[in-house]
């Protein structure tokens, strides 16, 4: 098999990460990744914003923990988020920051760095305190949140069992 | 560079196909990396469909060139399409779907196997003849197509030369 399709077959979510830091290269490689993903019209209006910055990922927990009412909540304590933002009112903003984000997942795999889809942010943008956290990282005002991806290495390796349901039908 | 980041920072949409046939083999492995993307909660809602068959090719071309005015549409003329489906009311069928059509163009792309993004489908599911077609090669009456992967060899090759404009942020 080639190592591209391994890789996509190999992938799962990872719930729990533990301190190593990830390679400011490897990173870096993870966003290039995610810039080029298909984006409908070739718009491209999206911004990729990695936090590394622990009491940032910290007090952006507390908000989701506070505004959604979710005891305890960490992100699973990845190393890194990267929140994929685009235009409000971008007609693809859901499909095109999701292929970016899975860009990221893969690229992140390829280097055996874990990752999750967080999805918690995506209602809330607009709440004041998130808005304004929003604002301290450089996020545009007119963007929304559309998606995050969680990064760091696994604390445990993810089971590699799937159970597999989607249906596949060939017309010839 | 590793394979997995080459494969993605080498994939371009391909907007015109010769008649040269997928191997099956290739396209069921297309097709299995769809079922490998993320889901939300792991629902798998999704059904992906291939359709090899041209009449039925040319047939769903010709509703959409007759319900969206497009005049001589054709999908770019490719040896497959593959419609993903989900259920109408699933929450995050978009961001699933989205994630499935790019595992779907990096694993073609890994096979030579060029791919486009088509989109026209998402807004005249329920218009009744194309609902009929959905019928007729199996898509659920409570699905929607969230997008379609248009797969075949490149006429020529794709023009590697990109601007990329989206924003990388990095908060340390």
Redesign the interface.
Known sequence: M????E???T?R?VRGFNEKPIPREE?E?I??????????MNR?T????????QE?ITKLAGLIEKLLDRKGYNFYKPTALVLTSNLKESR?A??????????M???A???GIGSV?I?QLQEICDEPEVRQFLNE??IPTDHDV??IAALGYAEKEPNQE?N?????????
Chains 1, 2 share one sequence.
């Open positions: 080639n190592q591209v399709m890789n996509i077959l992938r979510s990173l490689q966003l290039k990744a995610a810039t080029y993903a298909p984006s409908g491209q999206w911004q990729f914003t990695a936090i590394l910055n940032k693809w859901k499909e095109d920051n999701a292929c970016a984000l899975e860009n997942f893969l690229a795999h390829s280097f889809w999805n990282v450089g559309f998606g799937v597999k349901q989607g249906i596949i039908k060939i017309i010839e």
